[in-house]
């Protein structure tokens, strides 16, 4: 067979991200699709503390301990013809600035929702960013094994409160005990679902070409389900959206799947559509020109979205994720580094499978690879062939809600202490702040949810061996001061006592309040002090 040519190759990538509230079935989703494709050869049931297994896009003890996921596991398998990139998220909505970062190396988002709650808290934040970048979004109402609201106020639902349009592919025949299957509407198949008693199972679904009307559908739904299927498919096609693949791609109209991932039903169908529709790598904006840098363009180019410590416990290593934007990564390519204004050579390259990794001797834009970080790269960075300067858009730091004093138990291990510190903050994992002039042996940490400073001190514990206190602080905003138009004088502003002033770790003057009031009277008895509620760059 011949080798592929670069466009050839881009073409078959597909990378998206897969959103959900927690316990949609986000996790158990991407284990199938996983299962399907052959990547892996059974499931762990993500059921918390009581199940021997565990998700294989969960590596961390605590996500093993407690059934979610708290960072964002790469995944990458083949599937008729194309190179799947799958980014999952986590659900927790403590760990939402994770996700947000994630979204901006996805092309596409599958939205997991669950046919008994409908849209939930999380999901509408994640949606949100989403509808910023304007990406695809494919919609999977998950749990139709269990008792679902109808599908019509599920569809209505998601278009009211997400304000996005929707086109059933399939229709749901029942639910819960009295699910019987899908119609596929582009077939007019119906897929006919037989549970085994056994949630994870493996076996595939059956296929069933009958027409509506058909009196053997009567024997294989049943007259009801019949009957309310023929009425509900009569009322879609007359009513429904035209489909439109264009709306589709600019993320104004959702294709809407149901199934149920835990066993099975309408994962594979919903896979081979979603590959279909989903689009290939686009171009990405370089914010030195203006102008899109085509996937194709045969330079090198590409962003580290996340940065992980420790996934290797014996080696104590950092891996920076780069989404690759454009042309080919070869392994032992010499790479420019635009913030660090340096060469590097990309001696290694890794593939991800949660903690397993194998080593890459080429990947392509659209793909993920994890390269070796000696303490260089910082989350938004970018990389590009030698010779040519790319510098694509910063992600940004979100504004932590929660806030706590850090410090050692054992002052003599203040060196690991720091480093773990420094390193869980370059990760993304938290934000680490320190009052004006003072050092590191004591630190202020920002979290957007508070399960964050948990997995801070475990990950302190295990990978540093160093035990902290915590004590929780009664700051609730906080304001990066804008020093673009000139230096301030830090210690002259006029401010509450209840105001802190702190630096982050790239050197940043930020402010630390207690209320609305106290920022307010900053912003009024300080006329040129300029604040911002995000870190780095702005949407």
């Known amino acids: 067979m011949p080798s592929q040519t670069l466009a050839e190759q881009i073409a078959s990538r597909r990378t998206f991200a897969i959103i959900s509230h927690p316990d949609a079935g986000k996790t158990t989703l991407t284990e199938k699709l996983l299962l399907y494709t052959g ?8 059921k918390g503390k009581s199940s021997a297994k565990h998700a294989v896009s969960d590596w961390m003890d605590i996500e093993k301990a407690r059934g979610i996921s708290v960072t964002s596991s790469v995944l990458q ?15 927790h909505q403590d760990f939402s600035e994770d996700t947000y970062r994630t979204l901006m190396a996805a092309d596409a988002a599958v939205m997991v929702i669950d046919g008994a709650k409908g849209v939930e808290a999380q999901t509408v934040k994640l949606f949100k ?8 979004i494919f919609t999977f109402v998950n749990k139709l094994d269990h008792d679902t ?68 559908l009567d024997e294989l739904i049943g007259e009801d389900n019949h009957r309310n299927l023929m009425d509900d498919i009569e009322l879609l096609d007359g009513a429904d959206h035209e489909f439109d693949l264009e709306a589709v791609r600019t993320g104004k109209l959702s294709p809407v799947f149901f199934g149920s991932a835990l066993t099975n039903f309408g994962v594979e169908p919903f896979l081979r559509d979603f590959l279909r529709l989903a689009p290939a790598p686009s171009a990405h904006v370089d914010a030195l020109t203006g102008e899109p840098v085509p996937a ?11 940065i992980q410590a420790n996934m290797d416990k014996n080696h104590r290593d950092r891996i920076a994720f780069l989404r690759i934007c454009s042309g080919k990564f070869e392994r032992g390519m010499d790479a420019w580094h635009e913030q660090g204004g340096r060469k590097i050579k990309l001696a290694t390259g ?16 659209g793909d993920i690879v994890g390269l070796f970080d000696p303490g260089v790269f910082s989350i938004g960075d970018t990389l590009c062939r030698v010779g040519k300067h790319v510098r694509y858009a910063g992600i940004p730091t979100f504004a932590p809600e929660h806030f706590a004093r850090i410090e050692q138990v054992d002052t003599l291990k203040r060196k690991q202490f720091v480093k773990g510190m ?28 508070v399960l964050q400073f948990e997995v801070l001190e475990q990950r302190l514990s295990s990978e540093y061996h160093v035990e902290v206190r915590r004590s929780p602080l009664p700051y609730s905003l906080i304001r990066w001061i804008d020093e673009s138009t000139g230096e301030v004088d830090f210690r002259s502003l006029n401010l509450t006592r209840e105001t802190l002033r702190v630096e982050d770790m790239r050197g940043g003057k930020l402010l630390l309040f207690t209320s609305q009031w106290n920022l307010d009277w900053a912003v009024e008895h300080n006329p040129d002090l300029r604040l911002s509620e995000f870190g780095n760059v702005t949407f």
């Open 77 to 91: 398998f083949t599937y008729g013809g194309c190179c799947v990139n799958i980014l999952d998220t986590p659900g």
């Open 149 to 216: 609201r109808d599908p019509f106020d599920l569809t209505e639902e998601i278009e009211t409160v997400l304000g996005i349009g929707t086109y059933p592919m399939n229709w749901p025949i029942g639910s819960g005990r009295n699910f019987r299957g899908v119609f596929d509407r582009a077939s007019r198949h119906v897929l006919a679902f037989e549970g085994d008693g056994h949630a994870n199972a493996t076996k595939r679904v059956n296929e069933i070409e009958a027409e509506l009307g058909d009196p053997a």
């Open 350 to 365: 890794t593939a991800m499978m949660a903690d397993d990794r194998a080593t890459v001797d080429e990947a392509y834009a």
């Open 39 to 46: 990547t892996i050869q059974s499931a762990g049931s993500v």
């Open 422 to 449: 420094e390193e869980l903050a370059q990760e993304g994992a938290i934000q680490i702040f320190r009052e004006a002039g003072a050092g590191m042996e004591r630190v202020i940490a920002g979290a957007v949810g």
């Open 296 to 306: 194709a363009d045969p330079d090198f180019s590409g962003f580290v979205f996340k």
């Open 129 to 136: 960013v989403c509808a910023l970048r304007g990406i695809p």
